[in-house]
Nanobody, 125 residues
Framework: VQLQASGGGLVQPGGSLRLSCAAS????????IGWFRQAPGKDREFVAA????????HYADSVKGRFTISRDNAKNTVYLVMNNLRPEDTAVYYC???????????????????WGQGTQVTVSS
């Protein structure tokens, strides 16, 4: 599976962005997809995930109610809609994929087998 993350940019606090995670090779419908982010000097942290089986969604507490993850299997793409963005959301956002990750590991970046290259999100006035 080859992943391509896109949609990042510069946005003012309170603004919105939609990130996309597309697969150029392989089917995302067979993968659990996780979005993670990494700010300078910090570890990569979990943001949101959508499971392969059943499509249940999971969010970090810091983004719950503001971010929404969804998938469009026809377009082989997973989206992360980010609303009410805050300066602390500034980071490089990565999407990861794994065909067999279990629920208890879904927030652990090291459990994901495939990764895209990342897209920069900057929230600043």
């Amino acid at each position: 599976v080859q992943l391509q993350a896109s949609g990042g940019g510069l946005v003012q606090p309170g603004g919105s962005l939609r990130l996309s995670c597309a697969a150029s090779v392989g089917s995302l419908s067979r993968q659990t997809i996780g979005w993670f982010r990494q700010a300078p000097g910090k570890d990569r942290e979990f943001v949101a995930a959508i499971r392969r089986s059943g499509g249940s969604t999971h969010y970090a507490d810091s983004v719950k109610g503001r971010f929404t993850i969804s998938r469009d299997n026809a377009k082989n793409t997973v989206y992360l809609v980010m609303n009410n963005l805050r300066p602390e959301d500034t980071a490089v956002y990565y999407c990861g994929a794994d065909p067999s990750i279990i629920l208890s590991n879904i927030r652990m970046s090291r459990q994901y087998e495939y990764w895209g290259q990342g897209t920069q999100v900057t929230v600043s006035s």
